[in-house]
């Protein structure tokens, strides 16, 4: 298709949710009790739209997420529905104030979008669109920070729906109450389960490199983020340390981020969030990044597209499965025995069930 022959975008649909947890989330570092999501439609003037979803954490950055994705609008209107050169272009402009932040968000709600927009285009999913074949996605599923009995059973319920891998989030006030979760979980899963926790960047480097002498003996999958997100010279310690694998990912902007971790030797495994890390266009960077340096990648949250991301990943390890979003979708991706189905999608998987968009805005 020349590129003159493009679709042009004609406006932009943004709507801010706030949507009940029907279980508290619980972490080392804090609780999240409600996802604060902002929904964006991007209408071309051909009459596809392409939708996508981000989250902003708390409900305080919110309306201010919303209204900065809405102020995007004027700068786009008329450009053809061509993703990587509008994600050029809005790298150039925003160069100086910096893409991370709600910047970031933003410019990853256009981008995702974008993508899912030239997807419905082409009446294909998005991983068709890059050229990947579908195939169902080996998922983990999630355990809070529930005590020994409490994540015991949560973890027998993933097994129980065929999940082969479930990650629990620990940093209690003793590495022996850590281990406490961690056994405890084994023995309601069994020998085969694989186990991941996640320390939310509770600890020091040094407290991390002394606990995980310990965990070293648990047969752990890996370890996440035992410190700052950031401290990519201390999670390099902490990996240099340690027998089990180190996990990181989810709170690094974009690729350059992602870059400088992987120079310092920050993490054994690589765990994006579509949405820090750039959208589409930034896990594709992701990906051939990861390839070349040999590391294994997860996804954070996000498993409708993150399940088609990870199907044109050619390191591909474990997609993180989350339900928290599923009341506003029209269709959550399906999970039969542990492994999420993509099941012919078109675009990115991700449309809205109106009724629930409309319950739940703000
Ligand atoms: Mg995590």
Redesign the pocket.
């Known amino acids: 298709m020349p590129h003159d022959a493009l679709p042009k975008i004609k406006a932009f649909k943004v709507r801010a949710l706030r949507v009940p947890m029907t279980e508290a989330h619980k972490t080392a570092s804090g609780e999240i009790t409600e996802s604060p999501l902002v929904l964006l439609d991007i209408l071309t003037d051909n009459g596809i739209s392409g939708h996508s979803m981000v989250f902003t954490y708390t409900p305080l950055a919110l309306e201010p997420t919303a209204q900065l994705i809405r102020n995007f609008e004027e700068l786009l209107v008329g450009d053809p529905l061509a993703p990587a050169a509008i994600e050029q272009k809005l790298a150039q402009r925003f160069r100086l104030l910096g893409p991370q932040g709600l910047v970031g968000i933003a410019l990853a709600a256009i981008d995702m979008a974008l993508w899912d927009a030239l997807a419905r285009l082409h009446e294909v999913s998005l991983l068709q669109l890059l050229g990947a074949g579908e195939r169902p996605v080996r998922a983990y599923g999630a355990v809070g920070y529930d005590g020994v009995d409490g994540s015991a059973r949560v973890a027998e319920r993933w097994a129980k729906r065929g999940f082969q891998g479930i990650k629990a989030k620990i940093g209690y006030a003793t590495v022996q109450q850590d281990v406490a979760v961690i056994r405890a979980m084994r023995a309601a899963c069994g020998d085969d389960m694989a186990i991941m926790v996640?320390y939310?960047q509770s600890l020091t480097p040094t407290d991390a490199i002394e606990r995980m002498r310990v965990l070293d003996e648990e047969g752990l999958t890996w370890v996440?983020?035992p410190t700052l997100a950031h401290d990519y010279v201390g999670h390099a310690r902490i990996a240099s340390a340690s027998k089990t694998p180190i996990q990181c990912g989810?709170n690094w902007w974009g690729t350059l981020d992602l870059q400088h971790a992987i120079a310092a030797g920050a993490s054994d495994f690589l765990m994006p969030d579509v949405m820090k890390i750039g959208g589409v266009s930034g896990w594709q960077r992701t990906a051939a990044l990861a390839q070349v340096h040999g590391l294994r990648v997860s996804s954070?949250l996000w498993p409708e597209i993150s399940a088609q991301l990870l199907c044109c990943t050619p390191t591909a390890h474990w997609l993180e499965y989350a339900d928290w979003w599923n009341p506003v979708l029209a269709e959550p991706i399906r999970i039969d025995n542990g492994m999420a189905m993509i099941d012919g999608a078109l675009g990115s998987g991700v449309t809205w069930n109106e009724d629930a968009v409309h319950k739940y805005s703000v």
Do not use: A
């Open positions: 996640d939310n996440e983020e989810e954070h």
